[in-house]
């Protein structure tokens, strides 16, 4: 089955700074990545999320980027702020199979 | 609209009783979704149900796990002679998926808290 690995586990950023949040994946069949943002004592919350049809999704603050021949995504979040401190979790899954495999999470502290 | 609602929020009980959880999906949602979540640990699938039927159950862990869809809505997940290892955080998210198109969009709810004694 699909198994996806996140890093860093935890991450420490300057306010106003960018924060980066890699994940590799190892079914070539996964076409859909969402990354969720997770606060404490709160279900997680969809933030964006992109097709293996396109490379690249924008919205705002938050891009992510997807290399298919390497099987890897990333998330990136520009001009940071204390309200995106959280636990992201990137995620995998395939048309037909709606089962999300996520991966372990990282820890973003945003410090002033 | 009201988004995914779980009940209870907070669950504690003894080992070898047996408890219930439920899921208020999304209004019109036809896909739901069944995760748990260690602590310190991304969600992990449990079940997916397409309507009332069960599509793929394949990450209930033993026997002691069943959930339900009965009218294609609300959804138990029904854990029987609990054990320690059962505590979790148990989440349920739904999806809209009709049509010729698929939407993979899985929106969770806040979760329920299982604590085994």
């Known amino acids: 089955g699909e198994n996806v690995e996140q890093h860093p586990s935890t991450l420490s950023v300057q306010e106003g700074d960018s924060a980066v949040i890699k994940c590799t994946y190892s079914d070539s069949a996964s076409n859909y990545f969402p990354w969720y943002k997770q606060e404490l004592g709160k279900g997680p919350q969809l933030i964006i999320d992109i097709r293996s049809n396109v490379g690249e999704k924008k919205d705002q603050r938050i891009a992510v980027t997807l290399n298919k021949t390497a099987k890897h995504f990333s998330l990136h979040i520009t001009e940071t702020q204390p309200e995106d401190s959280a636990v992201y979790f990137c995620a995998a899954s395939k048309e037909g199979n709606e089962k999300l495999t996520f991966g372990t999470g990282t820890r973003l502290t945003i410090i002033p | 609209g009201a988004g995914v609602s779980q009940t209870p929020s907070n669950k504690v009980t003894e080992k070898g009783k047996y408890v219930e959880l439920r899921c208020d999906p999304i209004s019109g949602h036809t896909a739901l979704y069944w995760y748990r979540q260690s602590l310190g640990q991304g969600p992990e699938f449990l079940i997916y149900f397409q309507g009332t039927g069960a599509a793929d159950d394949s990450g209930l862990p033993n026997d002691r796990f069943f959930a339900v869809r009965p009218e294609g809505s609300v959804s138990t997940l029904k854990i029987q002679r609990t054990e320690r290892g059962d505590s979790a955080v148990y989440l349920c998210?739904?999806?809209?998926?009709?049509?010729?198109?698929?939407?993979?969009?899985?929106?969770f709810g806040p979760g329920t808290r299982l604590t085994v004694l």
């Open positions: 998210a739904s999806s809209l998926r009709g049509g010729h198109k698929v939407y993979n969009e899985q929106f």
